[in-house]
């Protein structure tokens, strides 16, 4: 069992930036595909960014160029560094992880707010 606990939201101005981060507890996230998603109200939650227990990470076009997802495995912890928001990056920022096992488990936190607003 994983519990994830995100932190890091607030609110921000447009071309501003946050650092979410993912504490992880309970198991070691090395084996362990970890991302971030978000979900802005009225939408579907979406995939922001992925990376891999190899550290190889993957973005959703919109986001190419301005966020970046790392890992610290040693703190168990994910971070998805956002620059340069947009007022349409407002949405709940939710961290996931999923065990490389096939059907291995998927987790999910509780989510933290990001406001990108003047």
């Known amino acids: 069992q994983v519990q994830l606990v995100e932190s890091g939201g607030g609110l921000v101005q447009p071309g501003g930036s946050l650092r979410l981060s993912c504490a992880a507890s309970g198991s070691s996230i090395s084996n362990y595909i970890m991302a971030w998603y978000r979900q802005a109200p009225g939408n579907q939650r979406e995939l922001v960014a992925s990376?891999?227990?190899?550290?190889?990470?993957s973005y959703a076009d919109s986001e190419k160029g301005r966020f970046t997802i790392s890992r610290d495995n040693a703190k168990n912890t994910v971070y998805l560094q956002m620059n340069s928001l947009k007022p349409e990056d407002t949405a709940v920022y939710y961290c996931?992880?999923?065990?490389?096992?096939?059907?291995?488990?998927?987790?999910w936190g509780q989510g933290t707010q990001v406001t990108v607003s003047s």
């Open positions: 990376i891999t227990r190899g550290g190889s990470t």
């Open positions: 996931y992880a999923h065990l490389v096992v096939v059907g291995g488990p998927q987790y």
